[in-house]
């Protein structure tokens, strides 16, 4: 793990000005070892990918990666582009990750709060019912849409040979980005994806934060009622 310390960067998060005082860089391998370990929240938490293979993946094109979400909040996509600011005057591109980016703030009291993760997002391949083969989003859709915000390619990590009993909880969206909205916040009442299974769907939830916290974050309970978000 590589340390480097920071100046002051302010940002609108957790409605705070962010003083980040350090970051580290994980590997690549040691940042695959800790997705190795991702539990789903259901099913008895198997580990999702113990038959999968997991690997970095340089310079995506974004059309590439097929969206499940229908909505980016306006917010994190300025949290991601501010992010890719600093770290570029740090040397380090944030779409170009090789492992993950920890990095430590001062919160309102002054007292350090991290590690927060940033990683490359996770993609997991998927066969659609015609025979298609996907590369769906996991976790890191605002990277993802801050990426083509800029219009640039993106690293991923890629889960590919997935156990078939445990695909993504939400299906793609059919007209891929086309159907991904923009929004100031979550109107209540929001479908945000297509779940596998609306009576049970948080079984399929993988449960990154356990391995990197702080990668999920929460949202607003937005979905129909009928969800039981």
């Known amino acids: 793990m590589r340390f480097t310390s920071a100046s002051l960067f302010l940002i609108p998060w957790k409605v705070i000005a962010m003083k980040i005082l350090r970051w580290a860089c994980l590997s690549t391998e040691e940042t695959l070892k800790r997705f190795q370990q991702?539990?789903?929240k259901g099913f008895e938490q198997p580990l999702v990918y113990e038959k999968a293979t997991l690997s970095l993946k340089p310079a995506v094109a974004t059309d590439r990666?097929?969206?499940?979400?229908?909505?980016?909040?306006?917010?994190?996509?300025?949290f991601v582009l501010r992010l890719?600011?600093?770290?570029?005057?740090?040397?380090?591109d944030i779409f170009a990750l090789e492992g993950a980016l920890l990095f430590w703030i001062a919160d309102e009291n002054g007292a350090e709060d991290g590690?927060?993760?940033?990683?490359?997002?996770l993609i997991e391949t998927e066969t659609l019912e015609n025979g298609e083969g996907i590369w769906l989003i996991n976790d890191g859709m605002h990277r993802v849409a801050a990426a083509r915000a800029l219009g640039k390619p993106i690293h991923i990590i890629l889960a590919d040979g997935v156990d078939p009993r445990f695909p993504y909880?939400?299906?793609?969206?059919?007209?891929?980005?086309?159907d991904v909205a923009t929004l100031e916040a979550l109107p209540d009442g929001f479908q945000k994806k297509t779940y596998r299974d609306p009576e049970n769907y948080k079984a399929l939830f993988r449960d990154f934060n356990a391995v990197f916290p702080g990668i999920q974050k929460q949202r607003?309970?937005?979905?129909?009622?009928?969800?039981k978000a």
């Open 84 to 92: 890719h600011d600093f770290f570029k005057a740090q040397d380090i």
């Open 65 to 78: 990666l097929i969206p499940a979400q229908r909505y980016v909040l306006q917010e994190d996509l300025d």
């Open 220 to 227: 607003k309970k937005s979905n129909p009622e009928s969800f």
């Open 38 to 40: 991702t539990r789903l």
């Open 115 to 121: 590690p927060i993760p940033l990683c490359p997002p």
């Open 169 to 178: 909880y939400a299906r793609p969206l059919s007209a891929g980005w086309e």
